[in-house]
């Protein structure tokens, strides 16, 4: 499938003298485990285009045909015409980056398993052409990720679909959605945040995943990623036609590499704030890579000969790559239900990490000890946390299990349950507090090389609410929303973390420091990317109350009338009906908003 390497007009440069191309042919490979074959759309089981005529709104036949390599063959490829915009070139693109994401996210080198939609059905729609707005957004309640499309104010037609960094954002709010969807549920300034920052990083991952992408940004750089560069900067082409706030000229719409404080975002909103834990994992990659050019730097291969710099940071970029993969994902994992702020995702990661420690019966490199101290360093410096020692967790053995019983704790909800209430204070559960098991999870995870043996964990995480102190007239705010989980050991079912939440450990009703305010913020799951509509769109990218709606059309005017009257299309083959179905009768309601 041939992808865009970036954004349809940004300029990779050239190496050796050949210029950079804009698109490269990547393979879209289903799990060996899938009963799933690739169809017109595109579509398969876990994603599908959906097409709309943007000026009536109607539901299109799909835009892209799929073209196997022999009759009923499985194998194939999804040819695309040579206008570069054309309804099928958005849409393979969209559906292409989408399906690598999911992949990546779901992989032995990240989650190690296969996520559960927040919606609870199979299928995630893909609507490469939502509309004539600048904005793109993931819709729990759509089951849909959607792809605007704007002409900037530097007059460039920009199709949201054709940007590598917005798609892979998206996927990563579903993504992200579908492991802790109680960051949706419960949404406060913080956790939007969270969201965001999220989803910036894996859109980098998705970048570093290209091997031309990383040889143009090395080759442009001097070998370094410490300055603006394709991987620091979010959606660059976006961010160039879409002025900032009061005009102001920009060259992404999110830049990773910035030195911010939480001091200094006391003010802002939540996607200005998602840059300052963005910025502390863009540190982390950052002296990941450093680290492995050094070392490459001193390699001798064959004849004794050392690399080329260029050659030495290509190598120690890949690598980089795959161990800051591992480090993100991973922590996500491990995060427990309820109100989080940033200080819990640093938990989560540290906790990840050192389990593999636990797993391998391995004591941690020199390198991992710097890498781990110097992640926890950047929440102390940018003021997220006081000190180090509140990001790191315990490993009780209390919390150990017989091999025996692990299949038993995982498949049935009484066991969990009777697990739990035995286990009650040594996870941190008040005592008669009610509690909620969530379904337990079963992953495998390569944690090293070949050679090491993956580490197959059981995740049990555990639900309940704190209740706040008494005030001095006797009554009592709000319950929070906490949570905590267990990672086990598969093999001998000993504990290999404990993560709570630092709401969990908190005594009154105060926020966190990174929270600000603990109030929720209405309970709306639409989680937008982007913030360059800040002025005109609320945290979730729906308008806000009393603003116009956006300039799309969603049925035509002559029709208007007799809309409701008229019968719903049938679903494109392959397509899930009842998402379908969900996400036409959203935009026929949005267009006789």
């Not at 995943?209 to 143009?216: E, G, H, T, V």
């Not at 007799?562 to 379908?580: E, K, M, N, Q």
């Amino acid at each position: 499938m041939s992808l865009l390497i970036q954004d349809d007009s940004v300029d990779l440069g050239a190496i050796d003298g050949a210029k950079v191309p804009l698109r490269e042919n990547r393979e879209l490979a289903m799990p060996d485990d899938a009963n799933d074959r690739f169809l017109d759309g595109p579509a398969c089981r876990r994603l599908a285009v959906v097409d709309f005529d943007p000026e009536t709104g109607m539901p299109l036949p799909p835009p892209a045909r799929f073209e196997p390599n022999r009759d009923g063959g499985l194998d194939g490829t999804y040819p695309i015409d040579d206008a570069p915009d054309s309804p099928a070139a958005l849409a393979v693109n969209a559906f292409g980056i989408a399906f690598r994401t999911i992949r990546m996210f779901e992989g032995p080198d990240a989650l190690g398993r296969r996520v559960t939609w927040a919606f609870g059905g199979e299928q995630l729609l893909v609507v490469p052409r939502a509309g004539e707005r600048a904005n793109a957004a993931y819709d729990r309640k759509t089951r849909s990720l959607a792809f605007s499309s704007f002409t900037g104010t530097n007059g460039e037609r920009v199709h949201t679909a054709l940007s590598r960094d917005i798609v892979a954002h998206e996927c990563g709010h579903a993504l992200l959605d579908a492991v802790q969807p109680s960051l949706s549920d419960r949404p406060t300034r913080e956790s939007i945040a969270i969201h965001e920052a999220v989803a910036d990083v894996i859109a980098v991952l998705m970048a570093l995943d290209s091997d031309r992408l990383r040889s143009s940004v090395l080759a442009r750089s001097g070998n370094r990623i410490d300055e603006h560069n394709a991987f620091s900067s979010i959606a660059e082409q976006f961010g160039v036609s879409k002025p900032g706030p009061g005009g102001m000229a920009r060259h992404a719409l999110r830049e990773l590499a910035n030195d911010e404080t939480l001091a200094a975002l006391a003010g802002a909103g939540s996607h200005e704030l998602s840059t300052l834990l963005s910025a502390i994992y863009y540190d982390t990659l950052r002296e990941i890579f450093e680290g492995r050019f050094a070392q490459e730097r001193r390699v001798r291969h064959d004849g004794g000969r050392r690399q080329t710099p260029a050659q030495a940071a290509n190598r120690a970029l890949g690598t980089a790559h795959l161990i800051f993969r591992r480090f993100v994902l991973r922590g996500i994992d491990y995060l427990p239900p309820g109100d989080l702020g940033f200080a819990d995702i640093g938990r989560a990661a540290f906790a990840a990490d050192r389990a593999i420690d636990g797993a391998t019966g391995r004591r941690p490199s020199a390198e991992v000890r710097r890498r781990r101290d110097a992640f926890a360093t950047r929440f102390v410096t940018r003021g997220i946390v006081a000190a180090e020692a509140q990001l790191h967790g315990r490993r009780p053995s209390a919390l150990d299990v017989p091999p025996a019983q692990l299949e038993a704790l995982r498949d049935l909800d009484y066991a969990a349950y009777e697990y739990v209430a035995a286990h009650r204070r040594a996870i941190g559960i008040p005592a008669g507090v009610p509690f909620t098991v969530l379904p337990r999870i079963d992953a495998t995870k390569r944690v090293g090389p070949a050679q090491v043996p993956p580490q197959r964990e059981l995740l049990v995480k555990v639900a309940w609410d704190r209740l706040p102190e008494a005030r001095g007239d006797g009554t009592r705010g709000r319950p929070v929303p906490v949570g905590a989980t267990v990672s086990l050991r598969w093999e001998d079912g000993r504990c290999l973390a404990l993560v709570r939440s630092l709401a969990a450990e908190r005594s009154g009703s105060a926020p966190g420091s990174a929270r600000g305010s603990a109030v929720p913020q209405p309970a709306e799951v639409l989680v937008a990317a982007l913030g360059a509509d800040a002025a005109t769109t609320d945290v979730h990218g729906a308008p806000p109350a009393g603003a116009a709606a956006p300039a799309r059309s969603v049925r035509s005017p002559s029709s208007a009338g007799a809309g409701a009257a008229r019968p719903l299309a049938p679903p494109p083959p392959g397509v899930d009906p009842g998402a379908f179905f969900d996400l036409v009768r959203a935009r026929g309601a949005l267009g006789r908003a």
